[in-house]
């Protein structure tokens, strides 16, 4: 796998779906000496569940220890640091993963517990947890979701979870975008394997959850969330961490020149969703049939941006075709490939949000 593709699988057996990403992507040879010390980084910001949209999958994360096993590594760690305000010991037990991890014999470090030692992070001194500092390769498994100062957080913020509580407390006074990005130049991530369920629209904490029921690879953390950023519908380089850590040398945002590797045909038809409230209110707005979750969550991240602007005033509810229930068919309006024949259609399969929003300012 280079570091300019990006693996993609949809579905509900979200275990499985690891293991193909993993599988495709050769990640074991890519790691190479079954001794060598892999560490698994999960996102358990906070004691909630998955199915809120602000942590990590736990079928994710036995897919990976699955994988990793049966290949023969037997120097795994699962690691991670909850944000201030919350004991991972009680987060890691609420989401599911500290039962994963006792179901492998595989230890779970937390490392609020940890002592760090202060690198040279491109000419900023950041204090890292000593045990992130011992691996010998890091498996990253951020959620792609939304976050209230960040605009989204994927793999890079992801990062944040190998400092101590201290060096957090820091890059909040910082701004967080400057010290994330330096941060990443210390952190070297191997693989990226991200969690594109069900993440918060906006809030890193969840509470509104979008499905996609998706899952990514990736080797590089900034082509990583610049594709994040325009899932969500949002142009990389306005998001200032990406921009910086681009510059910094870690990776590209160059999204149009990956190479996007699907690993299954079609997606599942998209038989429920999860809505909340403004989920709801958002979904009003399309005429869904037989609509896989990728696409039509692709369509309410981009109703959203939509919504911040003021745009969604005056348009008709239902006003939007999407899914499979429109091949061959016309219409107005429709999003997706199976609307092309529609008069204004956006074709892709699934499309970005990024390029709905700019679709529906025309259309409408």
């Known amino acids: 796998m280079s570091r300019n593709d990006i693996y993609t699988i949809q579905g509900e057996d979200y275990k499985q779906m690891a293991i193909r990403i993993l599988q495709a992507a050769d990640v074991a040879a890519d790691i190479g000496d079954r001794g060598r010390r892999v560490g698994i980084k999960p996102n358990i910001l906070a004691a909630k569940k998955a199915s809120t949209g602000a942590v990590t999958h736990p079928e994710l994360v036995d897919g990976v220890l699955t994988y990793l096993k049966e290949a023969g590594f037997r120097n795994l760690v699962v690691l991670e640091g909850s944000w ?62 939304g976050h209230c100062q960040t605009t989204v957080t994927c793999a890079l913020k992801n990062s944040k979870g190998l400092i101590p509580n201290t060096e957090k407390r820091r890059f909040h006074t910082l701004g967080l975008h400057k010290p994330i990005a330096h941060l990443n130049t210390v952190i070297h991530q191997d693989f990226i394997l991200v969690d594109n369920i069900c993440g918060d629209l906006d809030f890193e904490e969840g509470g509104n959850p979008v499905t996609m029921n998706r899952v990514l690879g990736f080797r590089d953390p900034v082509l990583c969330d610049s594709f994040a950023a325009e899932s969500m519908g949002h142009r990389p380089k306005d998001i200032a961490y990406i921009r910086l850590a681009e510059q910094l040398g870690i990776g590209s945002t160059d999204v149009a020149g990956a190479a996007i590797i699907p690993l299954n045909e079609s997606a599942p038809e998209l038989k429920k969703m999860h809505r909340t409230q403004r989920v709801s209110r958002l979904a009003a707005y399309a005429n869904p049939k037989d609509a896989c979750s990728a696409c039509y969550g692709s369509l309410i991240y981009a109703l959203d941006r939509l919504n911040d602007e003021g745009a969604l005033r005056g348009h008709k509810t239902g006003s939007i075709a999407i899914g499979q229930g429109y091949r061959g068919k016309t ?10 024949c529609f008069e204004k259609t956006l074709g892709g399969c699934p499309p970005k949000a990024v390029e709905i929003v700019e679709f529906l300012r025309d259309a409408w």
């Open 331 to 340: 219409g107005s309006i429709g999003v997706g490939q199976c609307t092309k």
């Open 84 to 145: 201030i305000g919350d004991l991972t010991c009680q987060a890691v037990r609420v989401c599911g993963i500290y039962d994963i991890c006792k179901k492998h014999q595989v230890p779970f470090l937390d490392l609020q517990k940890d002592s760090f030692q202060t690198l040279d992070a491109a000419g900023m001194p950041i204090s890292v947890c000593s045990e992130a500092c011992a691996l010998d390769y890091l498996i990253n498994m951020p959620v792609l979701k």
